[in-house]
């Protein structure tokens, strides 16, 4: 590591490497991570009581149940740094007259932010926000079918899939659970992570909400690379360094 990492940021890294590996062992981790062993115990004793990783005899393994996805009505953390990319998220559609809005906490408060002033296609794969929107007239809403997952609320599955083969948008608002210039962009979820895959590809312009929790993580599934990415609108919880490290791996960056 090129400097220390904060306490968050170094349980991150943690369960980055055991989703990845399967295990992590104390002493490899003090080495990457530039601290002693016992900060990482610490560190591994609050992921084992957050529920994250199941600690072991030197070291961490995976918990039985896989990885650990709060569910959508859980994720209530950074709302102000996610009100704020959502506005710029919003001051980045331009003209745009259809876009997608896919699952998450800041994409429902980009949707909620949407303009009245004119004409717009709206495209979801979460009900919740097809819900919302409905009642504007000025807003015409296609929501994308399929088994609707309780942890996200997102449609996914074959259903989703095929009705996103036919959807082109001139901007898609996405998100992510993690995204590194090592690791990608990355989610927990199989089926989630195919849904996501096929989102990168429909839209003239993609656009990624990502707060700065989600810089440096690496979860599960890979489904896609930074420069599959126009834009991260991010907030200033992001460091110039971070920053730099994304943009060049080719993945523009607007801290708000």
């Known amino acids: 590591m090129s400097e220390p990492l904060y306490g968050p940021e170094r349980q991150r890294y943690i369960v980055g490497v055991v989703q990845r590996s399967g295990r992590a062992e104390v002493a490899q981790l003090a080495r990457e991570l530039g601290v002693t062993p016992e900060t990482v115990r610490k560190d591994l004793v609050a992921l084992e009581r957050d529920g994250r990783v199941r600690r072991v005899h030197g070291g961490a393994i995976a918990t039985d149940d896989g990885p650990i996805e709060p569910r959508l009505t859980e994720r209530s953390a950074q709302a102000e740094e996610k009100d704020r990319i959502a506005a710029a998220a919003v001051a980045e559609l331009g003209e745009a007259r259809s876009v997608f809005v896919e699952a998450g906490t800041t994409t429902e408060r980009t949707a909620a932010l949407l303009p009245a002033d004119r004409e717009l296609v709206v495209v979801t794969n979460t009900p919740a926000v097809a819900v919302a929107l409905a009642p504007r007239r000025e807003l015409t809403v296609l929501c994308v079918g399929g088994r609707v997952r ?107």
């Not at 599955?157 to 001139?170: S, T």
């Not at 599960?220 to 992001?238: A, P």
Request: hydrophobic share 40%; net charge negative.
């Open 150 to 256: 309780a942890t996200t609320l997102a449609a996914v599955d074959d259903w989703a899939l095929r009705l996103l083969d036919e959807v082109h948008v001139d901007v898609a608002l996405l998100g992510t659970n993690g995204l590194s210039p090592g690791g990608g962009l990355t989610t927990p979820d199989p089926s989630e992570s195919a849904v996501k895959r096929r989102t990168l590809s429909i839209a003239e312009r993609t656009l990624l909400l990502a707060d700065h929790t989600k810089v440096g993580r690496a979860d599960l599934c890979r489904y896609g690379e930074l420069t599959d990415v126009d834009l991260l609108l991010t907030d200033t919880g992001v460091s110039d360094d971070d920053a730099a490290r994304l943009a060049d791996a080719g993945l523009p960056v607007r801290r708000v």
